[in-house]
């Protein structure tokens, strides 16, 4: 395995960070178990949840799961950095989501009750709030920091913007403010490039990239599908996706098979390659899958498989920053 700091941090983490979304729903407890100590074996130790995951509200299904594993012992909380998230819904009334400082403190402390730890390594904002000033919520996660149940804060789903707002705020403060965003990222969805990754470099913050394979279709979806399987390739966004993309995706299985190797490598390979990129989230469903995402760590993306990619997957306008990528 592969270690890099997160972002402009002291902090070492693996270039693969195990997501934890499936725990629960689609993967069962001793299932999650084995993935978690696989995932340990192969020198992963950069693990991501959030407190909505599980999607049972206020349950915190995959952080209880991810809670009970540590509880097994053997050095497991140890070996781990753990990043969950702060913001979504977690009850009916209506402080029970958002940042405000109270749901803030409170999400926090549910968070490390059911993860049964007593300190969250990397926690994140999942969303921006429009609603809470800057001066309020640093004013919270510097309270869980001078407590020690934090130690660096993160974002996700934030605009360039958002972060340089953020950053500002934090600086007033002499607070370390955000040290990682993480963004949904990969050769069909490239728009952080624009002006999210350019912000995440100038305040040294690691880019966490999600759904690196987008639900699926970066993963061979047409080989799997003729095989009979790939069924998230046939649902939801993904079904919308291959509808939208398919004669790019043809092309691009075939590239890759080509070079013999195998889609979802390649696509979490130019990831890795990326300027700014810490990890990015891989959201195994069977110790099988996990094992299987090793492999994009020996997979080379040259100038030219760099530029067959920008072909069959074009980046946002000229490519690169803003202004650049829409101006002269």
């Known amino acids: 395995m592969e270690y890099t700091n997160l972002g402009r941090t002291g902090l070492s983490v693996s270039r693969l960070c195990l997501g934890t979304m499936n725990f629960g729903p689609q993967t069962s407890e001793p299932d999650s178990f084995a993935i978690m100590d696989r995932a340990l074996e ?128 934090a600086g007033k403060r002499n607070f370390l403010g955000l040290v990682a965003e993480q963004s949904i990222y990969n050769l069909l969805t490239r728009h952080v490039e624009l002006e999210v990754i350019p912000a995440a470099q100038h305040y040294g913050l690691g880019v966490i990239p999600w759904s690196p394979l987008h639900g699926g279709l970066l993963s061979g979806v047409l080989r799997k599908m003729a095989e009979g399987g790939a069924a998230r390739g046939t649902a939801g966004r993904a079904a919308d996706g291959l509808a939208a993309h398919r004669p790019a995706i043809e092309a691009y299985e075939k590239f890759c098979a080509e070079r013999g190797d195998d889609p979802a490598d390649v696509a979490l390979a130019w990831l890795l390659s990326r300027p700014g990129v810490t990890a990015p989230i891989i959201g195994p469903r069977t110790v099988a899958q996990l094992d299987n995402t090793l492999g994009a760590l020996t997979v080379e993306i040259d100038e030219a498989t760099e530029q067959r990619l920008d072909e069959l997957f074009p980046p946002v306008g000229n490519g690169g920053p803003g202004p650049e990528a829409w101006a002269w």
């Not at 969950?84 to 409170?106: C, Y």
């Open 42 to 169: 192969h020198g992963i130790n950069f693990f991501d949840t959030a407190n909505v995951y599980g999607w049972q509200t206020g349950e915190g299904i995959t952080e209880q799961i991810i809670g009970r594993w540590f509880a097994q012992g053997g050095g497991r909380r140890d070996k781990v950095v753990l990043a969950t998230k702060v913001f979504g819904k977690m009850g009916e009334w209506p402080n029970d989501q958002g940042l405000s400082a109270r749901h803030i403190v409170r999400a926090c402390e549910d968070s490390l009750r059911r993860l049964q730890t007593d300190v969250i390594d990397l926690y994140q904002m999942h969303h921006v709030s429009r609603s809470t000033p800057w001066e309020e919520i640093w004013q919270a996660m510097e309270t869980l920091v001078a407590q020690g149940k934090v130690i660096y804060v993160g974002s996700s789903n934030f605009a360039g913007w958002h972060i340089a707002q953020a950053q500002a705020a």
